[in-house]
């Protein structure tokens, strides 16, 4: 299914426009049934939904730093609240499936042996969300809407986690390359 040992370049970027393209409309077409409205479906909705228990994580999880910092905090299913500071607002395009999906499509496609691409996909997937969730205890501690009007800072964060994603996927692709020069010298 994914792409085998061969380095054909055509073949990794079909994988990977491919599979970021189903992982991506995937979320948008799952959090679209799982919301009310249309085509809602109250199974999907009250037992798999995914998106939701992720935003009860990363809620929760900022939530705990906030309260181990010496912070009041309260939460509901879309909101943490921290006494004397503000209040950030989770909607789905803070969750960050589109870089996950953009990573876990890459990753994928990447031709490097199935271990290799477990071990670097949760330890990346794991290291996203954290990141994301020290972007919401910052912005519930120091964002105010009413004053940065200007500074967008879902940008601001997606330029950054795609800037660590590419440092991050270009030693991972180079150490294989290295393996292989080694490995090659070896055999020499």
């Given amino acids: 299914m ?32 799982t919301s ?11 037992h798999l939904n995914y998106i939701s228990a992720l935003r ?18 309260i939460t509901n299913n879309h909101q943490l609240l921290v006494a004397g500071h503000g209040v950030i607002v989770l909607v789905y395009t803070c969750l960050g499936l589109g870089v996950l999906s953009f990573f876990a499509a890459f990753v994928l496609a990447f031709p490097k042996p199935l271990k290799a691409k477990i071990i670097f996909l949760l330890t990346g997937i794991v290291a996203i969300e954290f990141l994301n969730v020290i972007r919401f205890v ?10 940065n009007r200007e500074i967008d800072h879902h940008t601001i964060f997606n330029i950054s986690i795609y800037f660590i994603i590419s440092i991050s996927l270009y030693f991972w692709v180079k150490n294989d390359a290295s393996v292989k020069n080694q490995h090659a010298k070896n055999r020499s």
Avoid: E, H, V
């Fill in 2 to 33: 994914i792409p085998d040992k061969q380095n054909n370049p055509l073949k990794f970027a079909a994988w990977f426009i491919g599979l970021f393209l189903l992982f991506y409309y995937f979320n948008i077409a799952f959090f679209g049934i």
């Fill in 36 to 46: 009310p409205g249309k085509l809602y479906s109250p199974f999907l909705a009250g």
């Fill in 56 to 73: 009860g994580f990363l809620l929760d999880s900022s939530a705990f730093i906030l309260r181990r910092l010496g912070y009041i905090t």
């Fill in 138 to 147: 910052l912005l519930a501690l120091f964002w105010n809407k009413n004053a």
